[in-house]
């Protein structure tokens, strides 16, 4: 049968091979993401944005710092490290992500960060057991499938870098792992509900509304009905400055930072540095509003390939984890700024694709998305790089774009006739 030969099991030769492949670019930066994260995991920049923003708004009556300089300032008076200066606002969240700051604030710094550090290794725990669930099709996997899972998702660079950085992937990676697990038992209300609260913190996760749209309607009404309501709660909260500032800073922030070599899973970081520049590349042809009109066509076509092979492909467990592992991928993939530690969210695509796709394909996927950035930094050579190092520095958004085109490949094939 067709479904039969594409997903096959590989030769044991092409296995080790991408065992291998897989191998090499884990550990070709040796030990230096796992003490970047153990040195500034208890003291990580990227949350102490978020934090020193709360206690701010707390303490000043309302708002947040607006540059990095008055941000930086704040963040000394009250224990909090400072973050390098490259000219973009200082907090650039939406509203809703201000919510669980604001109870970490009583706190103070240091002890906030280490509860943040608790709750994302909880997290990473939660993310194992659902992927292993997902992967097995089993609602109580091993625990001898899990704990192995957890510490290698620990030691993988993309969540040594969320670590280091205090970020919130390996939390959205959760969410949305409960929520792809809540629409295999049938339950769209739960799965609206977790779907909705990443898409209320982090807005690319919003994406997933346009598969829900067209497969489980009633979770996708669930999942605004939730980002609508956290809105809501953050507007009570801080007024209309909070969105207004949010909305103004989002053009800076991207022009400043989507050059950045950290900027590694992303289309638009790829195409920025070949036709845009900035801080951190020297573009190829500094064609900046090409660059934007390119993202946005090629984005387009991206999305309109995923909803026409939603709406036209019959349900089926397998087309529906086909289509719902390409919807996935494509919520970091488009992220403008798609941070290393952003794949987490595609781990939720991988373990729906598991016996599904080639076993082969699901690898390099994987070694691609796996190579540490301080490697892709490295090779790319000092800021600001040229156009020959944007593909490098993109390697991890190729990952992306190979589980995207092959889970709507595959999707395709499960409608195809016998």
């Not at 959760?174 to 913190?201: D, E, I, K």
Request: glycine share 8%.
């Amino acid at each position: 049968m067709r479904q039969n030969r594409a997903v096959g099991d590989p030769r044991p030769n092409v296995l080790v091979l991408g065992v291998a492949l897989l191998a090499v670019g884990w550990c070709s930066a040796g030990l230096r993401p796992l003490a970047e994260a153990t040195n500034e995991a208890l003291a990580p920049t990227d949350f102490a944005r978020d934090f020193v923003s709360a206690h701010w708004h707390v303490h000043r009556g309302g708002g947040a710092p607006t540059t990095e300089a008055e941000g930086n300032a704040y963040a000394v008076s009250i224990g909090a490290p400072e973050v390098a200066p490259i000219g973009a606002p200082y907090f650039a969240h939406p509203g809703p992500a201000l919510l669980p700051m604001l109870a970490l604030v009583p706190l103070g710094y240091p002890r906030a960060a280490a509860a943040w550090l608790a709750l994302s290794l909880l997290a990473l725990g939660v993310l194992a057991f659902g992927l292993v669930a997902l992967a097995t099709r089993n609602t109580r996997p091993r625990a001898g499938l899990v704990a192995p899972t957890f510490l290698a998702l620990l030691l993988w660079p993309p969540t040594l870098h969320n670590l280091a950085k205090g970020q919130w992937s390996i939390l959205l990676a959760a969410l949305l792992t409960l929520g792809w697990r809540a629409l295999q038992a049938r339950r769209p209300n739960a799965a609206g509900a977790w779907v909705g609260a990443a898409a209320s913190l982090k807005l690319t996760p919003l994406l997933l509304a346009g598969y829900l749209g067209i497969r489980q309607r009633r979770a996708a009404l669930v999942l605004v009905g939730v980002t609508v309501a956290a809105s809501a709660a953050a507007l009570a909260i801080t007024g209309l400055a909070g969105p207004r500032a949010w909305l103004a800073d989002m053009p800076p922030n991207l022009a400043a930072w989507q050059t950045w070599v950290g900027n590694t899973a992303s289309l638009n970081g790829l195409i920025a540095r070949l036709l845009a520049g900035g801080p951190f590349a020297r573009p190829l042809v500094a064609a900046p509003a090409a660059a934007r009109a390119l993202n946005l066509a090629l984005s387009l076509a991206l999305v309109g390939w995923a909803a026409a092979a939603t709406w036209r492909t019959p349900p089926s467990p397998r087309a529906d984890r086909a289509l719902g592992a390409a919807w996935l991928a494509l919520c970091v993939l488009l992220n403008p700024l798609g941070w290393t530690h952003t794949e987490l969210l595609a781990l939720p695509a991988l373990a729906l694709l598991y016996g599904v796709a080639p076993t082969q394909t699901l690898l390099v996927a994987l070694a691609l998305m796996s190579v540490p950035r301080q490697t892709l930094a490295a090779l790319a050579g000092p800021a600001p790089v040229g156009p020959a190092a944007a593909p490098i520095l993109s390697l991890h958004a190729a990952g992306l774009c190979l589980i995207v085109v092959t889970a709507l490949r595959l999707a395709k094939m499960s409608s195809d006739p016998e």
